[in-house]
């Protein structure tokens, strides 16, 4: 199935993932680690579902069923959530992006009390 087209660009910094996740009162991206369990257990976002991109083809379909929910993947440091990304928008999820620079990054410039390996 071709993409559709998004109005959002397929990368999205930490710092604007931090903005949308603290506006009062608008709605909230969906987070999605898909890093493997061993990687969620020393540190992760507050609210993320753990898919990961070892099972993602397996478990997207019972975890993703509105193409048009904004969502942000993320990893360790983005290549793992840009390919992630890619599939679901090849597979008409518009609204998906992956977090450049993953959680490495996050815990730098965002929440640098965050544990890092």
Known sequence: MPSAPSDLPLEV???EVSYL???PGAPKPRLVDCRE????QICHLSGAQLVPLSQFGELAP???SQPA???IIYCHHGMRSLRAAEWLRQRGF???QSMRGGID???E???PEMPRY
């Open 69 to 71: 929910e904004h969502v």
């Open 109 to 111: 410039l965002v929440e």
């Open 105 to 107: 990054a996050w815990a």
């Open 13 to 15: 910094s930490v710092d």
């Open 62 to 64: 019972q975890r993703f």
């Open 21 to 23: 996740l603290d506006r």
């Open 94 to 96: 518009t609204q998906v």
């Open 37 to 40: 369990l061993d990687e969620w």
